[in-house]
């Protein structure tokens, strides 16, 4: 049974940091693409952040130079350090990895970036 479990959310001011983690289970997701997703309130979810097998990675625009994601093949675990967080930032935010021809997500974790 797949897993993923997000941690690292909360609270922070403009312009500080988080960093998230993604445990994965039930796979060894090694070989998979590793996606950060991200749904503000009234928004759409999006595609903050992707990893390759290979350690290619991918950003939106709105996170370039900011958000820098990476992953631990031992661990089976992908993070998404984020800096100079905006308040535009705040969102729930969804590890995901498509496998076996289904997609998985984890449970979410909350950022809020407010002062």
């Known amino acids: 049974q797949v897993q993923l479990v997000e941690s690292g959310g909360g609270l922070v001011q403009p312009g500080g940091s988080l960093r998230l983690a993604c445990a994965a289970s039930?796979?060894?997701?090694?070989?998979?693409?590793m996606n950060w997703y991200r749904q503000a309130p009234g928004k759409q979810r999006e595609l903050v952040a992707a990893?390759?097998?290979?350690?290619?990675?991918n950003y939106a625009d709105s996170v370039k130079g900011r958000f820098t994601i990476s992953r631990d093949n031992a661990k089976n675990t992908v993070y998404l350090q984020m800096n100079s967080l905006k308040p535009e930032d705040t969102a729930v935010f969804y590890c995901n990895v498509a496998w076996r021809g289904y997609d998985y997500w984890g449970q979410g974790t909350q950022v809020t970036v407010s002062s």
């Open positions: 990893i390759s097998s290979g350690g290619s990675t």
């Open positions: 039930g796979s060894n997701f090694s070989g998979n693409r």
